[in-house]
């Protein structure tokens, strides 16, 4: 591929030799001939000088480099749109049902269904078209697919599970399973019955090893774009709106409400019951105790608008020279008040 | 089924007409026509004034709703009741063994088994009564579990582990992986053999992709009644007492014993070798580095006593006041220090 | 077995009767005739006094116990030997190709493989020699792993994962599942396919349920000796130097290198594209926003030199106490500077 067609493809503006072939993609650190590379992160701004690509996606700025470059607003974007024109965005195997895989009389499959070996397909299942379920999965009975989903191998949905378009949810994760409802009586606790229901939307993708637990009644639903990193636990009831991102090990409880464009750093816990606004950021391993108003921006434990989290732990580090010195005034005032009364 | 008839299954008094029907439960925001609702989370109040509901499950008090009222000391006790009388407690699957499970020719099975699809069932294992395992369990050697069993899809049992009866264990978890233990020498881990059972008491519940560990000698075991959420670690020897409930993504760490009756919120971390009594409660997120008596509630990283945390939250919020406060203190005393000299 | 060939294998100095037979280990809490027992953890150094043991392995020193002693420099690490002397490492199944296993044509398999139910093998894996997969793995295409690997039950890897010997991963693991990229453009996340390597050399082990994300580009790396505990995420090109030890629920964020002989306890958080030193240590629930210098040692959030942690805590501690001696300090210059004006 030409230079100039990767500049069209990205939609940048080209300054230099647009007809040098390209040939990959590579980080600046190991890209070398006919790899174009790019700068996302300015922390990776020095390598600019040392990088081997043949030429660079970056953004608006001048740039002392002697390759070529392609100037987009978004350097980031361009790579996702370049990593997407060169590699596949999911794993496919082969169109056919594995005779190996267990698969209800009514099944309902769309065109062109790939299941692998060993998945068990429970009654009353609906797939779209262009579904792709790994060896292994697990799809109970009443669950839907929307058109162009993709299952990992050992996926677990349980019963009607309902799922979108274009939805990726990567390997051993449970969707459907019992949300934690109990009723303590007597010391003795009582489970709930859990009969709601799991709704995840179009274009969602769920990592691997996540738990997303259904509904007591009514449903847990994760709107659409909204991306989930590996290992985390979404309890009954709780909504995430549309295109959120949540990083890995998070965990949200029962019943709370998230709006549409979150982001969640790592190891993030919120409380049930509440009430996340939309475009919320939340710091890693924030411990979210009560509701966020839209925009907030939070960290720490607990989770405080994030300026004064900055502020707290900055004077958090003085405490103990804060300590002396309340000492050495107290020693001051206790001369000086000896020296008033004399 | 009868207003009346309800208020007898949740041995609840009723206030007005006992006479409507009753076809479903709903919460107080979705409940409709011949639903019955109710109120555990006063958080929800406001709610009362418009739910749709025809009948209300209410703590005692007086009430200013139009709906009939059954009265009952614990709603969402009785909410359970109701939710088990209408809904199974567990799902179910034909009480056949699947052809398509592969089962060692000495394994002891109950009455009624029901074994799912890609089941793995291995020497020695014996199975009670109305044990139900769904598809793609791995069921390891020597294996052993009471009457009324329920394993969800894909859950994992390695050799010896024995569970008890009306157990509950849902998908993707693993109980009888080894223990984490290497002995370092010279700089290298070398593995220390985990050999150690897994115990799980009658009426235990595990949520979702748990592991819980097998103990390097001895057992690791948890009592009768414990409910654990999902994507919960429990180390190799650790105890866990019963009816204690833990929420989502807690890890308790080797050898420590929990005593009955704990409460810990979701992302809980325990250290090892440590001994938290009876009836504790440990906080979300709460980190906790040394053991704790009998009914203590402890927050907070490291844990402390709750209100003592509470007090060190609240001034650590004026930390930043206080250091500005600390500064002119100092200038003062300066100057009346001065004042003195003269 | 007799004691003095005991001490012989632990390469201790026996003091007392080399002649008494050994039959088991134990714990020293449930150590009975003919076991041997030893102390490791000082923090049970009480239970000498009690303990059943017929012998005992301890560290150098004068110990007032009736038992014949092995004395050694590191009595976990005798126990280690001896526990690899009495049990395996890891377990062991039929070495066939069980016919209810689904491998591609051009699978390669080393000497003795041993193969279990309802595995998946993908085109163009090679296996090395003794190599043990439990039931239901899956190995996607392309993957490679060196001899006497152990896969233990449902463990998957996504294609071109590569392992070195000797490695020991257990259940329900993810290897090279996507990692967490997408680039926002417009409020609408667009996933950057995840085209790079996954790669785990020799001796290293991986606990349950854990979650280690192929490259964007490039490779993610676990290297030599290094020990996983459950329940870890390990994002996408993140390099893990030799030889450390990584405690559960542990996060390591995308881009992030970490040196060998590293200890991280549980629920640690480090964010992306940082580096850890050499032999760093990590306390557990850490948030790690920085790199770290080799040798550091680290906790709390944020992680700060753990020597720095435990004086802000024990400050903090103090805080309500300050916030009074700060307002009586207040009152008491306010009255010396009223008698000053006076």
Known sequence: MKLSEIADLVSGTLRGDGGIEISGIAPLETAGDGDVSFLANPRYQSQLKTTQAAALLLPEGEWPVEQPVIICKNPYFGFALLMQHFHQIVQKQAAVIHPAAQIADDVQFGANPSIGAFVVIGSGVRLGDNVTVFPGCYIGKNCKTGNDVTLYSHVMLREEVEIGDRVIIHSGSVLGSDGFGFAQEKGVYHKIP???????????????NCCIDRATLGETRIHRGTKLDNLIQIAHNVKIGEHSVIAGQTGISGSTQVGHHAMFGGQVGIIGH?????YVICGAQA?????????????GYPARPHKEHLKIEAAAKKLPEMLRRLHRLEEKIARLEKQNEV
Not at 289 to 299: A, E, H, L, R, Y
């Open 287 to 299: 411990g979210v105790t009560k509701s966020i108003p839209d925009k907030g921006f939070v960290s």
């Open 194 to 208: 859990q009969i709601g229901r799991v709704v995840i939307e179009d274009d969602v993708e769920i990592g691997a």
């Open 274 to 278: 509440i009430t996340i606004g939309d």
